[in-house]
């Protein structure tokens, strides 16, 4: 299955999230705050990001706009406004799920975004949506 890292401040919706992940098979790696999204890419091959929006020391949105579209983002956050959608998502986010969200919903429908980053792949399946 896929690594995916979680980009979560909030240290019980980070392990909510791990937690249900992991139980369909997927590995997690865990940050609470923007800058360590940087140096967890670094250690390891990570094959999707589940990036909040207001987090500590750099926000979501910075983060995604310094990937520059190398690994497949999606935003799950709690901000709502039709202007952070699309702000997140003109960035190069692959989605915008705003918390809360029911897991039964998100999991099947992220199957696309993972198993091949942007910088290897010109024609990646995760682009195409279920």
């Known amino acids: 299955m896929a690594r995916?890292?979680?980009v979560e401040d909030d240290k019980s919706i980070n392990n909510l999230i791990r937690r249900n992940l992991e139980l369909v098979g997927h590995d997690c790696v865990c940050v609470f705050d923007g800058e360590a999204v940087f140096a967890a890419i670094e250690a390891q091959t990570i094959d999707l990001i589940l990036l909040d929006i207001m987090l500590p020391r750099l926000d979501g949105f910075t983060v995604l706009a310094e990937l520059r579209n190398e690994i497949p983002v999606?935003?799950?956050t709690?901000?709502?406004a039709i202007e952070d959608r699309v702000k997140g998502l003109k960035l190069g986010a692959d989605d915008y799920i705003v918390k809360p969200f029911?897991?039964?919903?998100?999991?099947p429908g992220w199957k696309?975004?993972?198993g091949a980053s942007r910088k290897?792949?010109?024609?990646?399946?995760?682009?195409?949506?279920?």
Do not use: M
Request: proline share 3%; net charge positive.
């Open 78 to 80: 709690a901000r709502s």
């Open 112 to 114: 696309p975004f993972y």
């Open 102 to 107: 029911i897991r039964r919903s998100c999991w």
């Open 74 to 76: 999606i935003f799950l």
């Open 120 to 130: 290897q792949t010109s024609n990646s399946s995760w682009a195409t949506r279920v």
């Open 4 to 6: 995916i890292l979680i």
